[in-house]
């Protein structure tokens, strides 16, 4: 079974300019979930996606972060414009939906804002 | 407000010891207590735990749930150097995720 793919990888911007990230579940997986984890701290959850409606979005940055997830497969986070604060691994996991808790998460991408 | 706390931040130990992790959590809504295993890349399920005094056992690892005090442990017996990673504990709650610091150990031979 292949697991969640993300890309890029890595990626490095100055502030205030834009940067996207995609992420594509495991087959099958109702709900998609973007983290951030900050260097030292534990994955903070930014969006919870089932199938393509948001289930929860309240700990994502509005003013400058996007999520979505056209068709419920495939989602994509975008930051506009980036902060030095933003610098973090962004994670994407997914599940089954039916039993929230085993969460399979992908590579994550490292982002750099200089 | 929600929180995740874990303990110890970081703990060195000598193969063959074993070690407890500890996780306490005020969290409303609680659904389920979660551990992961990270090492330098995402983190991989260990256990989901949601009924108190149910010890969930693999290989070396288990873990226990006590609702009452609000708190999880995870028990790793006869450690080895592969153990070595951060250990996070997530609480699953309406629609929201909270997930510890972690606790880093580090196995030495």
């Known amino acids: 079974e292949a697991g969640v793919a993300q890309s890029p990888r890595y990626k490095i911007i100055e502030k205030r300019q834009s940067v996207a990230f995609w992420c594509n579940p495991i087959?099958?997986?109702?709900?998609l979930y973007w983290y951030q984890q900050i260097l030292g701290q534990g994955p903070k959850l930014l969006i919870q996606?089932?199938?393509?409606?948001?289930?929860?979005d309240s700990q994502l940055p509005k003013d400058r972060f996007s999520a979505e997830r056209l068709k419920g497969v495939d989602s994509t986070l975008k930051i506009q414009p980036a902060k030095l604060e933003d610098s973090a691994v962004y994670l994407c996991?997914?599940?089954?939906?039916?039993?929230?808790?085993?969460?399979?998460f992908g590579p994550g991408t490292r982002l750099t804002v200089t | 407000e929600d929180k995740v706390v874990q303990s110890p931040l970081s703990l060195v130990v000598h193969e063959g010891d074993t070690v407890t992790l500890n996780c306490s959590y005020e969290?409303?809504?609680?659904?389920?207590l979660l551990w992961y295993k990270q090492e330098k890349k995402a983190p991989t399920f260990l256990f989901m735990l949601?009924?108190?005094?149910i010890e969930k056992k693999s290989g070396r690892l288990s873990s226990i749930l006590d609702k009452k005090e609000l708190f999880s442990i995870l028990n790793i017996t006869a450690t080895q150097t592969g153990d070595s990673a951060i250990y996070l504990c997530?609480?699953?709650?309406?629609?929201?995720?909270?997930f510890g610091t972690g606790t880093s150990l580090t196995v030495i031979p």
């Open positions: 996991a997914s599940s089954l939906g039916l039993v929230q808790g085993e969460q399979y």
């Open positions: 969290v409303t809504n609680f659904r389920s």
């Open positions: 997530a609480v699953e709650a309406y629609n929201q995720f909270y």
């Open positions: 996606f089932q199938n393509n409606g948001v289930v929860d």
């Open positions: 087959s099958g997986h109702a709900t």
């Open positions: 949601t009924s108190s005094g």
